[in-house]
């Protein structure tokens, strides 16, 4: 079988073209567009083959009865490799390669896509090289320079060394009572006073600590991927973090920066990074409920957010405030939190981040999304502090097996953490919250987990006629009734809504149908949609009130639609209509009685196949409300149309005029929105007519428009 790799070759070899396209300008580019040859087919390229040690490779299938066949799998190019995995059958036995070219050592790609020579020398003369001297120096005193041949090297400079030290010293500051606060290896946690020298000379801790920047594996950094966990000759794993920050991405180690990458030696890999790495031994639960300055926090998390975080599977951040953020809450918080109250599970899932965010990758502004799904924002000043939500960040980058803890020095207090009562009060809701606390709703919501609260926006209630609220004054029953027809049992219903209709119970029972970000038929107010404590709150532009019939109910109470509820009995729709949710344009007696005789007989007394016709029409299987009747804008001869289908096939095209008014096929609507249990009623001054029913409009000549005879 041909070489897949030389076939390109023999074909240009093959291939004699029409034009000379050496004859062009070489910086119109054809001639390198012919000539073209990939990077791993020049110079300079090494190959190695490989058994692999899985028989299977993506995308191979095979007879293992065949004598010989070979199918290429799939070839993958990366920066700095090209490789091919395939699977070759003998005598039905199966074996799997891989085949992989590079540069050779003593070259490196170039931006050209060239590998070029450079210069390659040992591994510790590479170092030194890269202002890693003061590393070495530790290195060689521990006696670990054999364990550089044949690996990766995660290199501190020596400012990053310098800046260790002087750590180290900073927090070993003593107390009044001779305590030191200790943050290199255990957190914030007080201990007794040591010697700083014998902390990070210490043989066990130093030699781990050194073995925990050198890998076994070795990798180029445009190889690693986010998250992607690199195991150390000290029995540790480092966390890769990968950002596509602007203009070329951010890659860490453990929260150190690498700052210069892919320095290769005669023996080995190195990549710069501008800190210490220290190892990560205990995940991030381990590190909070072990130290005694997060006791409140660990103590007050919902144990599902604590088991997450025990585990050392997933990628967390934690921004974690000390006990002295706790202390700095006023008494009415501190109450709350201490009995649960106020939200505190919510509050403290808040401070926690599904991912992995280094203070590093940190310039000017960025926003991230905590465990709740709501957005948090972290900023850098330009004093080089960083803020999250505007709490600073007074210790970063703990690093733990499953993520890192940066520690706060305040509370995190979300909006969406308010009760039900101080959100309606924010929205200048007292007419409302007045009949909620009326009918005893407010304790109900604050015992919910998971609602929506829809409520009619203060412009709605002050527009409100005195006399209804007087009237659900004096009937509590039908006040409830009426205020759980306000509360769905689910939050965050607003990113469901789309434009096909949905249906949802509300907790009085009855159904709301939800489109055209409406709910029966109330608008709504899609910027004024946030969470509360454990729910969500919508304003609408109404009250809502629960529907007490159906269509045809409402039709048969109506003594301005018996002509129009009599011919759906006798044309049987009365009976289809009955399931699913409709809207229903019904037609007035006196819209019947205006039509001329001749057509008037045609329907009422003529074919019945057609009168059928006529009257589904008047019926679309969906919810359409005014609202959504699209506005003809800002001019008066513009015209905006939306179109649904009728039970007859037919379109039925609605449009708001520019003074306002509603129309269906051009039919002016009269009341709008009349809700009912399975769907609208809309009333019509008109019949609505088929196209080959309507009567053509009168030409208009255009040198006598009033017909005056000239």
């Not at 490989?50 to 190019?77: P, T, Y």
């Not at 101080?422 to 919501?445: P, V």
Request: proline share 4%; charged share 25%; glycine share 6%.
């Amino acid at each position: 079988m041909p070489d897949m790799n030389d076939m390109g070759s023999h074909i240009r070899e093959k291939f004699t073209p029409f034009f000379n396209f050496n004859s062009f300008n070489p910086k119109l580019g054809f001639n390198n567009w012919i000539n073209q040859r990939k990077w791993w087919e020049g110079d300079n390229i090494c190959v190695t083959r490989e058994e692999l040690e899985d028989d299977e490779v993506n995308g191979i299938s095979g007879d293992l009865n065949m004598n010989i066949a070979m199918q290429m799998s799939r070839c993958e190019e990366k920066y700095d490799e090209y490789f091919c995995e395939y699977a070759v059958f003998v005598d039905g036995q199966r074996k799997s390669y891989k085949t992989t070219y590079s540069c050779c050592r003593g070259f490196k790609i170039d931006e050209n896509k060239i590998c070029k020579e450079f210069d390659i020398r040992p591994v510790e003369e590479s170092m030194a090289s890269l202002n890693g001297a003061d590393f070495l120096s530790f290195l060689s005193e521990e006696s670990l320079l054999g364990d550089l041949k044949n690996s990766t090297i995660f290199l501190p400079d020596n400012d990053a060394i310098d800046r260790f030290r002087k750590e180290v010293e900073s927090a070993m500051i003593p107390d009044e009572n001779n305590n030191y606060m200790y943050s290199v290896d255990d957190g914030l946690l007080n201990r007794r006073k040591r010697n700083v020298g014998l902390v990070i000379s210490q043989e066990v801790a130093m030699r781990d600590m050194l073995l925990g920047h050198v890998s076994d594996k070795i990798f180029n950094i445009n190889d690693v991927s986010n998250d992607e966990m690199i195991a150390t000759k000290a029995g540790t794993n480092i966390r890769m973090s990968v950002y596509n920050t602007y203009p070329k991405k951010t890659v860490l180690a453990n929260c150190a920066i690498v700052t210069s990458k892919d320095h290769h030696t005669e023996t080995s890999t190195i990549h710069v990074v501008d800190r210490i790495i220290k190892p990560a031994t205990k995940t991030l639960g381990e590190i909070l409920e072990e130290d005694s300055q997060f006791q409140t926090f660990v103590s007050l998390l919902d144990e599902s957010d604590l088991e997450s975080l025990r585990s050392s599977n997933g990628s967390f951040t934690v921004f974690a405030p000390s006990e002295s953020a706790f202390q700095e809450l006023d008494e009415l918080w501190k109450a709350k939190l201490a009995v649960g109250q106020a939200c505190s599970g919510h509050i403290l899932s808040t401070h926690i981040l599904p991912t992995v965010v280094c203070s590093g990758v940190i310039t000017g502004k960025v926003q991230v999304t905590n465990n709740v799904d709501e957005r948090l924002e972290l900023r850098r000043d330009e004093n080089g502090k960083i803020y999250v939500e505007d709490r600073e960040i007074i210790f970063s980058d703990i690093v733990g097996k499953n993520g890192v803890i940066h520690v706060i020095s305040s509370l995190i207090l979300p909006k969406s953490a308010q009760t039900v009562t101080q959100e309606i009060k924010q929205r200048n809701g007292q007419k409302f919250l007045d009949l909620m606390k009326k009918a005893n709703m407010i304790e109900k919501l604050d015992e919910m987990k998971d609602f929506t609260l829809l409520m009619p926006s203060a412009k709605a209630m002050n527009e409100m006629d005195a006399a209804i609220i007087d009237r659900l004054d004096d009937d509590p029953d039908q006040l409830k009734d009426i205020l759980l027809h306000h509360i769905l049992p689910k939050s965050n219903i607003k990113n469901k809504v789309s434009r096909r209709t949905s249906v949802q119970e509300s907790m009085a029972g009855i159904n709301h149908h939800i489109n055209h970000n409406s709910i029966s038929c109330a608008r709504l107010e899609s910027r004024s949609c946030g969470k509360v404590c454990k729910g969500s709150i919508m304003e609408v532009d109404r009250l809502l009130v629960p529907p007490g019939s159906s269509i045809l109910q409402l039709l048969e109470s109506s003594s301005e639609h018996s002509t129009f509820l009599s011919l759906l009995h006798k044309t049987k729709l009365s009976e289809e209509i009955q399931d699913g949710h409709f809207t229903v344009f019904a037609p007035t007696n006196s819209a019947f009685e205006s039509m001329p005789d001749n057509l008037r007989s045609r329907v009422l007394n003529g074919n019945h196949d057609e009168l059928r016709r006529v009257l589904q029409l008047h019926i679309i299987p969906d919810i359409v409300c005014c609202s959504s009747a699209p506005s003809s804008g800002m001019f008066p001869l513009t015209s905006i149309t939306r179109g649904h289908r009728s039970l007859a096939g037919h379109t039925v095209m609605m449009t708001r005029s520019y003074e306002g008014h509603v129309q269906a096929n051009g039919i002016p609507v009269d009341r709008c929105d009349t809700t009912a249990l399975n769907g609208l009623l809309h009333t019509v001054n008109k019949v609505i007519l088929p196209r080959h029913m309507q009567q053509p409009m009168r030409r208009v000549n255009l040198w006598d428009p009033f017909s005056i005879g000239y």
